[in-house]
T-cell receptor, first 114, second 109 residues
Framework: ETGVTQTPRHLVMGMTNKKSLKCEQH?????MYWYKQSAKKPLELMFV???????ENNSVPSRFSPECPNSSHLFLHLHTLQPEDSALYLC?????????????FGSGTRLTVV | GQNIDQPTEMTATEGAIVQINCTYQ??????LFWYQQHAGEAPTFLSY??LDGLEEKGRFSSFLSRSKGYSYLLLKELQMKDSASYLC??????????WGAGTKLIIKP
């Protein structure tokens, strides 16, 4: 347990489904992140929230929709995904955004799109 | 463009020493991180270097040379539990983390 909890751990969904990934942290951190991790590729930053406000959206397709209702919770809503979206989705948090703070990661959601 | 290079995979023997290298080309530099990630688990923080030199933390040490755009992670007295992926990441001038693809370390008895 790292302090960042992600659910579900595994998800299989069809291309027409709608699902949501959840991330929760009670570390008192103010910044939260969504990353995509594909095999043998660098971590890809998707979204950043700082004090509940979205500060980064790295050209992510609109089929991924983030939501941050408060500084402890982060969601990633998924709809009409493609098979190439299959990957490990990691949530992370840090004390502040934009400084040299280490990130605390969740264990991720392994997503398979069929 | 920004780039982080590290070997894809390395193999070492239990009890030995292994050095994992990372070279980087980024827009500015505000520090370099090493993370460890066991299969199916969260990446966990190992070290942060912003000044040149060697930082030692138990069996793990991390070295940085900013002039050469180079870092390494040194693991001593290897244990089977050290089998994992090791991720190098650089904080650029915009305080964005640029990640390498990770080095998978396999420890053999």
């Amino acid at each position: 347990e790292t302090g960042v909890t992600q659910t579900p751990r595994h998800l299989v969904m069809g291309m027409t489904n709608k699902k949501s990934l959840k991330c929760e942290q009670h570390l008192g951190h103010n910044a939260m992140y969504w990353y995509k991790q594909s095999a043998k590729k660098p971590l890809e930053l998707m979204f950043v929230y700082n004090f509940k406000e979205q500060t980064e959206n790295n050209s992510v397709p609109s089929r991924f929709s983030p939501e941050c209702p408060n500084s402890s919770h982060l969601f990633l809503h998924l709809h009409t995904l493609q098979p190439e979206d299959s990957a490990l989705y990691l949530c992370a948090s840090s004390q502040e955004y934009g400084e040299n703070y280490g990130y605390t990661f969740g264990s991720g959601t392994r997503l398979t799109v069929v | 463009g920004q780039n982080i290079d590290q070997p894809t995979e390395m193999t070492a023997t239990e009890g030995a020493i292994v050095q994992i290298n990372c070279t980087y080309q980024t827009s500015g530099f505000n520090g370099l991180f090493w993370y460890q990630q066991h299969a199916g688990e969260a990446p966990t923080f190992l070290s942060y270097n912003v000044l040149d030199g060697l930082e030692e933390k138990g069996r793990f040490s991390s070295f940085l040379s900013r002039s050469k755009g180079y870092s390494y992670l040194l693991l001593k007295e290897l244990q089977m539990k050290d089998s994992a992926s090791y991720l190098c990441a650089v904080l650029d001038s915009n305080y964005q983390l640029i990640w390498g693809a990770g080095t998978k370390l396999i420890i053999k008895p």
